[in-house]
């Protein structure tokens, strides 16, 4: 059974950092791209950071480059969103993707910035 299962999500300050972990089952993780997303009601869901199979390239939608760290542990079959920095319009759930031979979603995690 394929599982993604995000974790981490919370309410922080503005200027306040958060790590967010999306856990991966049921499926040959090192050979899935992973990305972020995030979604606020109303709206499409927004690509946010991406990392190759093997965790040596990503990139990040310009709006979090510089405040955003994506990284992965493929030991622990486990993709990471350190957010620092963070604003109030860093405000979503989050959503892990697994992206191969199959697309897979997580079910989202709430991030919430508010002072």
């Known amino acids: 059974q394929v599982q993604l299962v995000e974790s981490g999500g919370g309410l922080v300050q503005p200027g306040g950092s958060l790590r967010l972990s999306c856990a991966a089952s049921?499926?040959?993780?090192?050979?899935?791209?992973m990305s972020w997303y995030r979604q606020t009601p109303g709206k499409e869901r927004e690509w946010v950071a991406a990392?190759?199979?093997?965790?040596?390239?990503?990139n990040y939608v310009d709006s979090v480059k510089g405040r955003f760290t994506i990284s992965r542990d493929n030991a622990k079959n486990t993709v990471y969103l350190q957010m620092n920095s963070l604003k109030p319009e860093d405000t979503a759930v989050y959503y892990c993707k697994a992206t191969g031979p199959t697309v897979y979603w997580g079910q989202g995690t709430q991030v919430t910035v508010s002072s």
């Open positions: 049921g499926f040959t993780f090192s050979n899935y791209v």
């Open positions: 990392i190759l199979s093997t965790g040596g390239v990503s």
